[in-house]
């Protein structure tokens, strides 16, 4: 299993930002997800990428319109704007060698190679 590594993260107030990133490179479909103290991972965003076809992201519905998905040749990001209390988690970057993985639902289900998450606090 391919060790993703994430960065990026840190603490800052309600209203802030954030850019994390994500060193991987050559997978079809990646994502991001978080998993605050005592829930479950959920899926934020991800971000499909065909080879020789565009790349389409897709939200969660609690980051739609202040978080935004993107990647270069090496690079996975997700930039955080607007931050609030809630965001507070630790957020893991995923991949799959899969671009229909990034289909559907936004779910673990299909992501086989995973960062070990970065922290993000945010204070009110």
């Known amino acids: 299993q391919v060790q993703l590594m994430e960065s990026g993260g840190g603490s800052v107030q309600a209203g802030g930002s954030l850019t994390l990133s994500c060193a991987a490179s050559?997978?079809?479909?990646m994502a991001w997800f978080r998993q605050a103290p005592g829930k479950e991972r959920e899926g934020v965003a991800r971000?499909?990428?065909?080879?020789?076809?565009?790349?389409t992201p897709y939200y969660a519905d609690s980051v739609k319109g202040r978080f935004a998905i993107s990647r270069d040749h090496d690079t996975l990001y997700l930039q955080l704007n607007s931050l609030k209390p809630e965001d507070t988690a630790m957020y893991y970057c995923?991949?799959?060698?899969?671009?229909?993985?990034?289909?559907?639902?936004?779910?673990?289900?299909?992501?086989?190679?995973w960062g070990q998450g970065t922290q993000v606090t945010i204070s009110s």
């Open positions: 050559g997978y079809p479909c």
């Open positions: 995923a991949a799959a060698d899969n671009s229909l993985i990034c289909t559907g639902r936004l779910t673990e289900w299909g992501y086989k190679h």
């Open positions: 971000i499909r990428s065909p080879p020789g076809g565009p790349s």
